[in-house]
C-alpha cells in the first residue's frame, strides 16, 4: 500500500498531519449520472506555467480518457488579454461544455456572459471565492478546498514554526478576489495568534518571474534577520524567491522559510524534499480535483444537481515527503475507480 501525506484537520487551532499506511475510503460521490456520450469539452487554464493550473489540467485529461470526451487546452497565459481570447476561441469551437481552470470569473464577467448566453455549461476550479454548487457567473460548480482552511493551516505553522520572534511577509495578487481573501485570512490568524505581519505585498503571480528577484533583494535590506517567514497564496512565488536569496548568498538554513496557501506544484514538492528554499505546501489534491470537474461537467450536460463534494488539503513537510516518492499529493483513495463506477465505464 502506498503512503500518503494529509492534514488531519484543526484542533483548538493546532495543525495535525501525519502519514498513514493505509488506504482512506473515498468520501466523495457513488452516485451520478452515466457518461453522456460523444461529448467535447474547453478547458480554459490561467496560465500553464502555474503548477497547480498545469495539474488539474493533467486530472482532466486523465478523466476525459475514461469518460471519452474530447478535451482542448486553450492556455490564458498568465493574462488577462490572454485569458479573454481564450474565451472567444472556446466559443468559436462550440464545446458542450467549458471548464474554467484557475482564474477569477469575476475578471471575465462579460466574456462569460457570453458563454452562458450561448447555453454552454461552465464548470470551475477556483473561479472565485464561494465553493461547491451554484458559483456565481452561471458557473455550475467551482471546484476548490476550503480556501481558507489552507490559509489558516499555513499561517498556524508559521506561528508553530517561529514562535515569538516571528516576522512573516505575505505575498497575494489583488488580481483574484480569492488571493486576497486568503491572504487576508493568513494575516488575521498570524495576528490573532500574536505573530508579527511585517509586510503585506501585493505582485501578480503572472509577472513572478521577473518580480519577484529584485523584490526578495528588496525586502531583504529592508527587513534583515527579522524577516523568519514568507507565506504566499500560491508556490509560483517561490520558484523565484530561492535563486534570489542563493544569489545573495543567503542560505536555505539562513533565509526565511517558505510556506504556500496552496497549490502543491510538482516544483514545491521537489524544493521541500530537499530543503531548497521552501519548508512547506498546503497541497491540493490536482488530480482527483480533475476528474471531480469532469464528473461535474457530466452532471451540468444532463441537467443534474452538482455533487457538492469538496477535497480536503495536506499539510506537506520534508518529514512526510520522505515517506513517498512522488512530487504531487495524489490521496490514496480509490476515486479513479469511483468516478469510473458512477460513468459506466
Given at each position: 500500500?502506498r503512503?500518503?501525506?494529509?492534514?488531519?484537520?484543526l484542533?483548538?487551532?493546532?495543525?495535525?498531519?501525519?502519514?498513514v499506511?493505509?488506504?482512506?475510503?473515498?468520501d466523495?460521490?457513488t452516485?451520478?449520472?452515466?457518461?453522456?456520450?460523444?461529448?467535447?469539452?474547453a478547458?480554459?487554464?490561467?496560465?500553464?506555467?502555474?503548477?497547480?493550473?498545469l495539474?488539474v489540467?493533467?486530472?482532466?485529461?486523465?478523466?476525459?480518457?475514461?469518460?471519452?470526451?474530447?478535451?482542448?487546452v486553450?492556455?490564458?497565459?498568465?493574462?488577462?488579454?490572454?485569458r479573454?481570447?481564450?474565451?472567444?476561441?472556446?466559443?468559436?469551437?462550440?464545446?458542450d461544455?467549458?471548464?474554467?481552470?484557475?482564474?477569477?470569473a469575476?475578471?471575465?464577467?462579460?466574456?462569460?456572459?457570453?458563454?452562458?448566453?450561448?447555453?454552454?455549461?461552465?464548470?470551475?476550479w477556483?473561479?472565485?471565492?464561494k465553493?461547491?454548487?451554484?458559483?456565481?457567473?452561471?458557473?455550475?460548480a467551482?471546484?476548490?478546498?476550503?480556501?481558507?482552511?489552507?490559509?489558516?493551516?499555513?499561517?498556524?505553522?508559521?506561528?508553530k514554526?517561529?514562535?515569538?520572534?516571528m516576522?512573516?511577509?505575505?505575498?497575494?495578487?489583488?488580481t483574484?478576489?480569492?488571493a486576497?481573501?486568503?491572504?487576508?485570512?493568513i494575516?488575521?490568524?498570524?495576528?490573532?495568534?500574536?505573530?508579527?505581519?511585517?509586510?503585506?505585498?501585493?505582485?501578480?503571480?503572472?509577472?513572478?518571474?521577473?518580480?519577484?528577484g529584485?523584490?526578495?533583494?528588496s525586502?531583504l535590506q529592508?527587513?534583515?534577520?527579522?524577516?523568519t517567514?514568507?507565506?504566499?497564496?500560491?508556490?509560483l512565488?517561490?520558484?523565484?524567491?530561492?535563486?534570489?536569496?542563493?544569489?545573495?548568498?543567503?542560505?536555505t538554513?539562513?533565509g526565511?522559510?517558505?510556506?504556500?496557501?496552496?497549490?502543491?506544484?510538482?516544483?514545491?514538492?521537489?524544493?521541500?524534499?530537499?530543503?531548497?528554499?521552501?519548508?512547506?505546501?498546503?497541497?491540493?489534491?490536482?488530480?482527483?480535483?480533475?476528474?471531480?470537474?469532469?464528473?461535474?461537467?457530466?452532471?451540468?450536460?444532463?441537467?443534474?444537481?452538482?455533487s457538492?463534494?469538496v477535497?480536503?488539503?495536506?499539510?506537506?513537510?520534508?518529514?512526510?515527503?520522505?515517506?513517498i516518492?512522488?512530487?504531487?499529493?495524489?490521496?490514496?483513495?480509490?476515486?479513479?475507480?469511483?468516478?469510473?463506477?458512477?460513468?459506466?465505464?
Amino acid at each position: 500500500m502506498r503512503k500518503r501525506i494529509f492534514m488531519a484537520g484543526l484542533l483548538a487551532g493546532t495543525v495535525l498531519a501525519t502519514s498513514v499506511l493505509a488506504e482512506t475510503p473515498w468520501d466523495g460521490p457513488t452516485e451520478g449520472p452515466a457518461a453522456a456520450q460523444g461529448k467535447s469539452i474547453a478547458v480554459l487554464a490561467g496560465d500553464l506555467k502555474n503548477g497547480g493550473i498545469l495539474g488539474v489540467t493533467s486530472g482532466i485529461e486523465e478523466a476525459a480518457g475514461v469518460i471519452g470526451w474530447q478535451v482542448r487546452v486553450l492556455d490564458g497565459a498568465g493574462s488577462i488579454q490572454g485569458r479573454t481570447a481564450a474565451i472567444g476561441q472556446a466559443l468559436a469551437l462550440q464545446p458542450d461544455g467549458i471548464i474554467i481552470n484557475g482564474f477569477d470569473a469575476v475578471e471575465q464577467q462579460a466574456a462569460l456572459e457570453g458563454v452562458a448566453a450561448a447555453g454552454i455549461p461552465m464548470v470551475a476550479w477556483h473561479s472565485g471565492p464561494k465553493i461547491g454548487c451554484d458559483a456565481p457567473g452561471g458557473i455550475f460548480a467551482n471546484v476548490s478546498t476550503d480556501a481558507m482552511t489552507v490559509s489558516e493551516v499555513a499561517a498556524e505553522w508559521a506561528i508553530k514554526d517561529g514562535g515569538d520572534g516571528m516576522g512573516a511577509i505575505i505575498f497575494t495578487d489583488s488580481t483574484y478576489q480569492i488571493a486576497i481573501d486568503k491572504a487576508d485570512r493568513i494575516k488575521e490568524t498570524i495576528e490573532a495568534m500574536g505573530g508579527t505581519v511585517l509586510e503585506y505585498v501585493d505582485t501578480p503571480i503572472a509577472d513572478t518571474s521577473t518580480r519577484m528577484g529584485p523584490l526578495t533583494i528588496s525586502l531583504l535590506q529592508k527587513y534583515g534577520d527579522s524577516w523568519t517567514h514568507a507565506l504566499a497564496i500560491n508556490d509560483l512565488y517561490f520558484d523565484f524567491m530561492g535563486p534570489a536569496l542563493a544569489s545573495s548568498g543567503i542560505s536555505t538554513e539562513v533565509g526565511p522559510k517558505a510556506g504556500s496557501a496552496g497549490d502543491g506544484s510538482e516544483a514545491a514538492f521537489q524544493r521541500i524534499r530537499t530543503e531548497n528554499y521552501q519548508t512547506i505546501t498546503v497541497a491540493e489534491p490536482l488530480n482527483l480535483q480533475g476528474w471531480q470537474l469532469v464528473d461535474e461537467m457530466n452532471r451540468a450536460i444532463q441537467g443534474e444537481a452538482c455533487s457538492g463534494y469538496v477535497t480536503s488539503p495536506a499539510l506537506v513537510t520534508q518529514e512526510g515527503l520522505a515517506k513517498i516518492s512522488g512530487n504531487q499529493f495524489d490521496p490514496d483513495t480509490p476515486y479513479r475507480a469511483a468516478y469510473a463506477a458512477i460513468w459506466g465505464k
